[in-house]
Nanobody, 127 residues
Framework: QVQLAETGGGLVQAGGSLRLSCAAS????????MAWFRQTPGKGHEFVAG????????YYGDSVKGRFTISRDNAKNTVYLQMTSLNAEDTAVYYC????????????????????WGQGTRVSVSS
């Protein structure tokens, strides 16, 4: 069982920046691919960004490319999402998710591939 805890959400003006963190409670953090998803009312999870278990490869949703950066620190069991140039369309609840992938390369983009989820942190961007 892996527990994920997100922090760093809040209210920010359009054009501003926020950094989200997700701490994982596992000794095998480096065996998990990690991703950030977001959700708005009435919609499903939208893939935002993901990073492979070694941190070598990163993936981004089209709407955030060039503005968001995902990174991980396996020594601290933590994954980060640096968000810049925020706009109103980025307003959502952001979830951290983990997929156990000890042997696989690459990163799944679909939410059903992720077994463990955090409780979410709300990001609100005022225009």
């Amino acid at each position: 069982q892996v527990q994920l805890a997100e922090t760093g959400g809040g209210l920010v003006q359009a054009g501003g920046s926020l950094r989200l963190s997700c701490a994982a409670s596992t000794d095998s953090f480096s065996l998990y691919a990690m991703a950030w998803f977001r959700q708005t009312p009435g919609k499903g999870h939208e893939f935002v960004a993901g990073v492979t278990r070694t941190g070598e490869n990163t993936y981004y949703g089209d709407s955030v490319k060039g503005r968001f950066t995902i990174s991980r620190d396996n020594a601290k069991n933590t994954v980060y999402l640096q968000m810049t140039s925020l706009n109103a369309e980025d307003t959502a609840v952001y979830y951290c998710a983990a997929a156990f992938r000890p042997m696989q390369t690459g990163l799944p983009l679909e939410d059903y591939n992720y077994r463990y989820w955090g409780q979410g942190t709300r990001v609100s961007v005022s225009s």
